[in-house]
């Protein structure tokens, strides 16, 4: 079965950093485009980046160029999603979410969710 | 603010349809046919409902079903059951920024 399976929740202080994991299982991460959105409390997604695990590359969403990275370990399946300079309007469910094949970008719709983490900043 | 507009919620009695709307602009719902629809129960991962407008995934009950007109796109869910109470949101590609937006979300109720 095709899943993909995140870290646990963080609580973080203001200006500090949190990374969050997704490991994908049943599939081969390095086939599929590997996206992050995110949902505050009472607002809608917003999507953070995307990252191609087949070889590294990534876009971010302007809004959080320089403060968002994106990584991938192909040994082990796991991508990972570093904030930094974190705010209290950082506070949020995060999401991993399996795009398309990774041969090529397309604008696909996300079909393997990770079950979401809490991320809360406050100090 | 999400970038496309969804009501908040939508109610329907059993065996009913109902139609969820989300309205976006010529930059994305507009001209590209990129479209997906979402189903999500708190706690658990969102479910793809609905691709490329109208689109079922394998798996997916042909009682969803999507459109679009215009700068609108539509889900609609007929034969309305128990199970479908959950929050429902939209999805498109779009050239103002970001390459996805997303909606506020619907809740759906099943009264």
């Known amino acids: 079965q095709e899943q993909l399976l995140q870290s646990a929740s963080e609580v973080k202080k203001p200006g500090a950093s949190v990374i969050v994991s997704c490991k994908a299982s049943?599939?081969?991460?390095?086939?599929?485009?590997l996206n992050w959105v995110r949902q505050a409390p009472g607002q809608g997604l917003e999507w953070l980046g995307w990252?191609?695990?087949?070889?590294?590359?990534?876009r971010y969403a302007q809004k959080f160029q320089g403060r968002v990275t994106l990584t991938r370990d192909t040994s082990t399946t796991t991508a990972y999603m570093d904030l930094s300079r974190l705010r209290s309007d950082d506070t949020a469910l995060y999401y991993c979410?399996?795009?398309?094949?990774?041969?090529?970008?397309?604008?696909?719709?996300?079909?393997?969710w990770g079950q979401g983490t809490m991320v809360i900043v406050s100090s | 603010q999400s970038a496309l507009t969804q009501p908040a919620s939508v109610s329907g009695s059993p065996g009913q349809s109902i139609t969820i709307s989300c309205t976006g602009t010529s930059s994305d719902i507009g001209t590209y046919n990129y479209i997906s629809w979402y189903q999500y129960h708190p706690g658990k991962a969102p479910k793809l409902l609905i691709f490329d407008v109208s689109n079922r995934p394998s798996g997916v009950s042909n009682r969803f079903s999507g459109s679009k007109s215009g700068n609108t796109a539509s889900l609609t869910i007929s034969g309305l059951q128990a199970e479908d109470e959950a929050d429902y949101f939209c999805s498109s590609y779009a050239t103002s920024g970001t390459p996805y937006v997303f909606g506020s979300g619907t809740r759906v109720t099943v009264i």
């Open positions: 979410a399996r795009g398309g094949y990774s041969t090529s970008w397309y604008p696909d719709s996300f079909d393997v």
């Open positions: 990252i191609n695990p087949s070889n590294g590359d990534t």
């Open positions: 049943g599939y081969p991460l390095t086939g599929y485009y």
